[in-house]
């Protein structure tokens, strides 16, 4: 077991509370509202570059995305609609969220195939600066555990997302090579971890209801079938999940088996720890504590930022008119959210060219 496992202990109730409210914050509203409104800013900024951006320069999009990219943020906004109902399905295989992230991630793993920066969907070189910015519009719909909704087919192979709380916990796994995803800002007073329901299904069995399961290994009398006295029914036997109502529980992740060179799929039982009711109503509550920003990053940024100006390939914080300073063109409009364009100017002999402008804000709309 690593170091990282042992420091993150789930029967620790820190831990415990940590989890259960990141997993309710990856399965809320609030969260896939957000990636989907990430898709929709990163959608209009990769048409704008497949066609603003100069045929002469290296750097391109491919236009064959853009469909797919389309039909990814369609899908958003039909498992949004249904999410606002409590209909949970829509992260069921072939479901909307679900398929949505599927082919969010191969857009992501195919982003820019130049070979000199992508090898076998996989970034091998940091992007160019223009790409990066659009790279950095489609890291914004990702989050670190946001898988944790989907179901989980149910293979031989496939074990639940979280065996241990480290993946989810430990700040060095959301460092990748070439980017970092937002650790969250927990709120200062964590809730209760509710007390575990007397609902145990097996591996395999149909999952009954929405909600966060633990795993854990049951105890009982091998001949009577009863608990001796003083002894838990039940204990913990890894990391909390999320799973839909009519998926199948899955297995657990356990130890790296060197006799057969490959990890183990363990089966356990999974406890009922909370069954998520939430939107049935129709409501949608408020969710802002699931995206509190770090107090000492308000302070240190803040007197930074200018909104007035930013440079071609940054992304616009005000949608108005824009005019590039030093140069005497007509100003356009750009939408807050978008990437910040190049500027085609003539030289002396005639020729257009590509320059990189600094942009000022005329008129906010």
């Not at 389309?70 to 829509?90: A, C, H, P, W």
């Not at 857009?107 to 195939?113: A, D, G, P, Y």
């Not at 001796?228 to 657990?252: L, Q, S």
Request: with cysteine; proline share 8%; net charge negative.
């Amino acid at each position: 077991m690593s170091y990282a496992m042992k420091q993150y202990d789930m029967n620790d109730k820190k831990t415990r509370q940590r989890v259960f409210w990141l997993l309710k914050r990856l399965t809320s509203y609030a969260l896939w509202e957000k990636k989907r409104d990430a898709w929709e800013i990163f959608t209009r900024a990769h048409e704008n570059a497949v066609k603003t951006w100069p045929k002469s320069q290296p750097e391109q999009m491919e236009a064959d995305n853009l469909p797919r990219i389309y039909d990814i943020l369609s899908l958003y906004n039909k498992g949004l609609d249904e999410l606002t109902r409590g209909y949970r399905f829509v992260w069921r295989l072939d479901h909307p969220l679900y398929e949505a992230e599927r082919w969010n991630g191969t857009i992501l793993n195919n982003f820019f195939r130049n070979p000199e920066y992508w090898e076998r969907g996989m970034q091998i070189a940091p992007y160019p600066s223009k790409v990066e910015a659009l790279h950095k519009l489609i890291l914004a719909s990702q989050f670190q555990g946001d898988q944790s909704p989907l179901e989980v087919p149910y293979l031989p192979h496939r074990g639940a997302y979280w065996s241990g709380p480290a993946n989810l916990l430990d700040p060095d796994r959301y460092k990748y090579e070439f980017y970092e995803l937002p650790y969250p800002v927990f709120p200062d007073s964590l809730p209760e971890v509710p007390e575990g329901g007397n609902v145990i299904i097996q591996f395999g069995q149909t999952v009954p209801v929405d909600g966060i399961w633990e795993p854990v290994k049951v105890h009982q009398d091998r001949l009577l079938g009863i608990i001796p006295v003083g002894e838990k029914a039940t204990e913990n036997n890894g990391c909390f999940n999320y799973f839909v109502k009519e998926t199948k529980a899955p297995r657990i992740t356990g130890e790296y088996n060197e006799a057969i060179s490959r990890t183990e799929r363990v089966s356990t039982h999974w406890r009922l720890q909370w069954e998520d009711t939430r939107y049935k109503d129709g409501i949608i509550p408020d969710e802002s504590e699931y995206f509190l920003e770090p107090k000492a990053s308000i302070q240190a940024v803040a007197p930074a930022t200018n909104p007035d100006e930013v440079k071609t390939g940054e992304i616009c914080p005000v949608s108005g008119l824009w005019t590039a300073k030093g140069y005497e063109v007509a100003p356009i409009k750009v939408s807050a959210g978008t990437v910040m364009p190049d500027l085609m100017v003539r030289d002396n002999l005639g020729e257009q060219k590509v320059h990189w402008v600094t942009w000022q804000l005329v008129k906010p709309s």
